[in-house]
């Protein structure tokens, strides 16, 4: 089965500095990885996904994230914080064939931005 | 506006009801997506149906159930209610199965059996 780990349960950055969330999966074969924001009582919005293309993914608000086979890492970052990227951060993953499509998801960080 | 609706938004009853959740997909969209948020147990997948039919089964409980209609509409329904069903239900749509797409979520409906 696969899951994903997400490190801190709660990063805090001041604004303008580098935002760094770290996502690690467990998988026997490279899967799928996708990024999502939730603000408060809202959905879930994708930032951005892997799917076996480039491994340094571009997402939406300046994010990006790098997948890393040899780390099995999907690092989310953004180089200048701003107080509107205050939310929670999921990380997800789903098998990279066929016959499964439903994400797991890794229990979240939430970014507190510092003015 | 992710274009995933649901209704109610809120919904609070007591312990051994039933209620029911509605979703209606994105235009075009055939895969719904059913997840449960809870403090305890984090984002958890629930079903899929894909065109009418049930696709996959997560962590659902047997008191739980739910059925894509042909207008693509989903609905899942809750019975027998605990005070540990409290939670936010998520609605996900996608175009199909096929690798790579993306889920678009609704804004989630809240439960709270009291």
């Known amino acids: 089965a696969q899951s994903v780990t997400q490190l801190g349960s709660h990063v805090s950055v001041s604004e303008g500095a580098l935002v760094l969330l770290r996502c690690n999966y467990s998988?026997?074969?490279?899967?799928?990885l996708f990024w999502y924001v939730q603000y408060p009582n809202q959905g879930l919005q994708l930032l951005l996904k892997y799917t076996s293309a480039a491994t340094l993914v571009k997402g939406i608000n300046d994010f990006e994230a790098e997948f890393k086979k040899s780390e099995t890492s999907f690092h989310l970052t953004k180089p200048s914080a701003h107080m509107s990227d205050a939310a929670e951060y999921f990380c997800?993953?789903?098998?990279?064939?066929?016959?499964?499509?439903?994400?797991?998801f890794g229990k979240g960080t939430k970014l507190s931005v510092i003015p | 506006d992710s274009g995933v609706t649901q209704t109610p938004k809120h919904l609070i009853t007591a312990t051994g009801q039933r209620v029911t959740l509605r979703c209606s997909p994105r235009?075009?969209?055939?895969?719904v997506y059913w997840y449960q948020q809870s403090l305890d147990q984090g984002l958890q997948f629930l079903i899929q149906y894909y065109n009418g039919e049930e696709r996959a089964k997560g962590n659902i409980l047997e008191r739980f159930s739910a059925q894509q209609f042909p207008d693509l509409h989903s609905e899942l329904n809750l019975s027998s209610l605990e005070l540990g069903d409290s939670a936010l239900y998520f609605c996900?749509?996608?175009?199909?199965?096929?690798?790579?797409?993306?889920?678009?979520f609704g804004p989630g409906t809240r439960l709270t059996v009291t």
């Open positions: 996900a749509s996608s175009v199909g199965e096929g690798v790579g797409l993306e889920q678009y």
């Open positions: 998988s026997s074969v490279p899967p799928y």
């Open positions: 997800a993953v789903r098998p990279s064939g066929a016959g499964s499509y439903q994400l797991t």
């Open positions: 235009s075009g969209d055939l895969s």
